[in-house]
């Protein structure tokens, strides 16, 4: 995605209307991807894993040099990198997708909105304060029974976005252990990796719930219930679902690089640490 005088002449001709007709193609894609903002999802994720960072440090090397292990870990949470492994990811998984109708929502007027809606949750979420009243306030509407809660859940259903969370969180932490294990922090087999991550399965699901349902209450409680409707019946079409999981592949893989990296960043200062 995102083909020389007499003979030649019309070759040239044949691959300067090859040209045109694949930009015209990689137009549409082009537009979701910028209309998704994904410089910008990318930066809140870089805060997130450089807060992640912290907490690992803690919970692995309290010794450690922390300032050493702060310029590691963003090196590691590159944004620049980040976001050519996503862009580039997402024009792979839906070249052979019709995206027209993505990019004509997305970059209307009222998909703007919801982006921005979006991506404003997710920098909120940075603070854990807002994270934990977000949360309350989900799980009371939820006992009410309020009618955006219902949606909320027939978004999350229909996306199966809880399992796709946690088949991530997983593999991520997965992919952690390995870096442990390859940098030489921690022997353990794959089997043994394999039963640790599986036995982090209930609590993981249970939090990834918690998570999203208040996430997405969060972005779509200003939207009017015929918008979120709306968007509800973006995600439940063909060219939805083929979004869905195109953003879950890629993100998952970018995970699952960082997650290995920071796995092996860990072992590195952990055997600094003893010499």
Not at 18 to 43: C, F, G, H, N, Q
Not at 45 to 71: F, H, I, K, N, T
Not at 81 to 104: C, F, H, I, S, Y
């Amino acid at each position: 995605m995102q083909l020389v005088r007499n003979l030649a002449t019309g070759i040239a001709a044949a691959l300067l209307l090859a040209t045109s007709a694949s930009a015209e193609t990689d137009a549409p894609i082009d537009a979701v991807v910028d209309a998704l903002r994904v410089d910008e999802t990318v930066a809140v994720m870089r805060e997130e894993g450089l807060a992640y960072g912290v907490d690992l440090a803690q919970d692995m090397m309290p010794d450690a040099d922390m300032e050493s292990w702060r310029d590691h870990v963003g090196r590691i949470y590159d944004p620049g990198r980040m976001q050519r492994l996503v862009e580039d990811g997402l024009r792979t998984q839906l070249a052979d997708e019709n995206v027209a109708p993505l990019a004509e929502f997305f970059t209307s007027q009222e998909g703007a909105r919801i982006i921005e809606l979006e991506l404003s949750a997710r920098r909120a979420f940075l603070s854990p304060d807002v994270e934990q009243a977000a949360r309350e306030t989900y799980a009371h509407l939820s006992q009410e029974g309020a009618p955006i809660i219902e949606r909320i859940d027939r978004l999350i259903e229909d996306s199966d976005l809880i399992e796709h969370n946690v088949t991530g969180i997983l593999n991520s932490n997965l992919m952690l252990y390995r870096g442990l294990a390859d940098g030489g922090a921690y022997e353990m087999s794959e089997e043994d990796m394999l039963l640790d991550v599986w036995g982090q399965e209930d609590s993981v699901r249970e939090d990834s719930a918690e998570w999203i349902g208040a996430y997405l209450l969060t972005a779509y409680r200003p939207l009017e219930p015929d918008a979120l409707e709306r968007y509800i019946a973006l995600w439940q079409s063909d060219e939805g679902q083929a979004l869905n999981r195109a953003l879950f592949r890629v993100y998952d893989r970018m995970y699952a690089e960082l997650s290995y990296l920071m796995g092996q960043a860990v072992a590195q200062h952990m055997r600094s640490q003893k010499l």
